[in-house]
């Protein structure tokens, strides 16, 4: 059974393949086609996280 991600890049569901680039967001959901789907990206490079960023003064 394929986990599906909805991409808030590309607006469309994605299977998920667990791999490096896909980001899928821990308590964020979007209803897609009446249905509740965990949300994500499909390519994380373009969202760094909060804890990722540099500290500057
Ligand atoms: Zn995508």
Request: aromatic share 18%; proline share 7%; net charge positive.
């Amino acid at each position: 059974m394929h986990i599906m991600y909805y991409c808030i890049l590309c607006k469309q569901l994605h299977p998920l393949g667990f791999s490096e680039r896909e980001f899928v967001f821990k308590s964020g959901f979007h209803y897609f086609s009446s249905n509740l789907y965990q949300a994500g990206v499909c390519a994380k490079e373009p969202y760094t996280l909060p804890k990722e960023q540099p500290a500057t003064a």
